[in-house]
């Protein structure tokens, strides 16, 4: 029986409309067990980003593996923590850079890295270790299109505008860095941004329906400079319009609540409308983190700090995680790869 993919993607838009509304703190500290481990076939080594698409309840996990060549999406079933299949399902077909042994020190051209899921085409958007976006159709279980964003390193996170159709993604250890804005409807780019050579990498980005603006997470240029922040991008100008400094920490994970807070992933919490720093979590630090409007909180992949994303603060805890996670808001599970090990499955008691 097919699943009722219309009906849960808006189940869970509504969630967030309540949360956004009377959003409030947790009752009781949640405390997490494992109630799963997945075994992904051939082993799980090196990985980057991970995303769950709410409607198909498909867990997506961008798998490096260790050589050359054999880079994959894994698909996880979140509803019954199952192993599915990988991307591609056959050698011969096209497929992702794997690991591969960096040309200079900072640029890696290993993939995949970044994943988003564009539940209205079937499709993944990965970017890849040689510089390209590769689009994937979920029906096909193929890669679909390639297209280059023209770098030399690897092009790494990504989010999508579901109003004009735009990808944006960045490379960020070229020189200069740059972002590329590529339109999903013709699967070509139609913009580039360039920032300063001696901005220190671009890392997570997240897109908002209420601003209609990407928020892009921008680490310190140097380890003292203390100049790190979240840009504000337009998406149909291609240009930064504004930029939100976080002064006592230098950002990479980034998500956005249902309240509109932007929390980054090295604990300053900020409001997207206007910059300014709402909450400065203690205890919560990580690469990469997820926001989650099932149960309104706020997970981090490295150290494994739970936020309650009204209260903004810290009230529980995952434990043997890797840097990446992802939650599935239909049943609250989380999935956390593990290389050695496995997709562990985290679910509060």
């Known amino acids: 029986m097919p699943r009722p993919i219309l009906l849960k993607t808006t189940l869970c838009a509504l969630a967030a409309l309540v949360l956004s509304g009377g959003a409030h703190a ?35 996990l961008a798998d490096r593996t260790t050589t050359k060549g054999t880079g994959r999406i894994d698909v996880i079933d979140a509803q019954t923590n199952t192993f599915l299949f990988s991307i591609p399902t056959r050698p011969t077909e096209f497929g992702f850079a794997g690991t591969v042994p960096s040309p200079r020190p900072g640029c890696s051209v290993s993939g995949p ?25 979920l029906a096909a279980k193929a890669i679909v299109a390639i297209i280059p964003t023209g770098g030399q390193c690897r092009a790494d996170e990504l989010a999508y505008d579901p109003i004009d159709h735009i990808i ?32 220190n990498g671009l890392e997570q980005t997240v897109y908002s329906p209420l601003t209609k603006k990407f928020y892009l997470s921008r680490p310190a240029s140097t380890a003292t400079a203390g100049d790190g922040g979240v840009d504000v991008i337009d998406p ?42 709402v909450a400065t979590p203690s205890g919560a630090s990580s690469d990469q983190i997820w926001y989650n409007p099932g149960d309104n909180l706020v997970y981090f992949g490295s150290n494994g700090a739970v936020i309650d994303a009204a209260s903004n603060q810290v009230v529980g805890s995952l434990s043997n995680q890797g840097h990446t996670l992802a939650v599935d808001p239909n049943n609250n599970h989380v999935f956390a790869p593990v290389s050695g090990v496995g997709i562990r499955v985290f679910a509060a008691k």
């Open 26 to 60: 947790q009752a009781t500290a949640p405390v997490f067990q494992q109630i799963a481990t997945i075994s992904v076939p051939g082993g799980l080594a090196g990985f980057d980003i991970s995303w769950v698409d709410p409607g198909s309840e498909l867990f997506f």
């Open 113 to 137: 890295n970044g994943v988003v899921a564009i539940p209205q085409k079937n499709q993944l958007y990965v970017g890849d270790g040689d510089s390209t976006v590769k689009v994937v159709d």
């Open 168 to 199: 944006v993604i960045a490379n960020p250890a070229d020189n200069p860095p740059f972002l590329s804005f590529i339109n999903a409807d013709t699967q070509t780019v139609v913009g580039k941004y360039n920032y300063p050579a001696k901005q």
């Open 236 to 277: 149909i100008t291609m240009q930064v319009v504004s930029t939100y400094p976080t002064p006592s920490c230098s950002p990479a994970g980034l998500v956005l609540t249902a309240n509109q807070n932007l929390v980054t992933s090295c604990g300053v919490v900020l409001d997207s409308r206007t910059g300014n720093i």
